[in-house]
């Protein structure tokens, strides 16, 4: 049988987001009270996994290995708080490459769960822009927005693109209290 996922962004949901992007474990600051809403998701029976844009990468500003660092240490301290990450999926391409893999798109979304065995429509997705909001509804996942990193900038972008209906949370504290609240029906 197939597990419910919660997929969660990285910048600006579970670190804080950088303009100048995250190019090395010093650059990689955790958002403020991750790591208990990590933890209570992490008590459930839900599949936990990051899905996150670094263009940096294709951009040449820092490699694959240096970011696979800042994951691997990103769930060590994660770990080390009794949260649980499940797994991680990147997109290393720039916008302009047009591979399947970069939000929108849901290539991300369902590379992970074909491999980790997920049902997309029971599962979750947490991120602060609009490119995380449309990747979720392509792969048919529930998009849930918060308002760290760039949330509260997309605000407006939302009724623009006819998403008025999308839930907004404050942060992943409320979105994770309201995942495991549908989960214990």
Request: hydrophobic share 40%; aromatic share 8%.
């Amino acid at each position: 049988m197939s597990k419910t996922g919660v997929f969660i962004d990285r910048d600006g949901v579970i670190n804080v987001n950088r303009s100048d992007y995250v190019k090395s474990w010093d650059d990689f600051v955790f958002e403020s009270g991750i790591f208990e809403p990590l933890r209570c998701l992490a008590q459930n029976h839900l599949a936990i996994v990051v899905v996150s844009n670094q263009s940096a990468i294709g951009r040449g500003l820092v490699d694959r290995d240096t970011v696979d660092e800042i994951h691997s240490r990103m769930i060590e301290e994660i770990t080390r708080n009794r949260g649980r990450i499940d797994g991680v999926y990147y997109c290393p391409h720039r916008p302009e490459d047009g591979c399947d893999c970069r939000k929108p798109r849901p290539g991300l979304l369902l590379r992970a769960a074909q491999e980790l065995n997920l049902d997309l429509c029971r599962s979750y997705f947490i991120g602060d822009t609009i490119s995380d909001v449309e990747a979720a509804l392509a792969a048919g996942c529930m998009p849930l927005l918060v308002q760290t990193g760039l949330g509260t900038n997309q605000m407006p972008l939302l009724k623009e693109k006819g998403f008025e209906r999308i839930r907004i949370f404050h942060n992943l504290k409320e979105v994770a209290d309201f995942i495991l609240g549908i989960e214990a029906r």
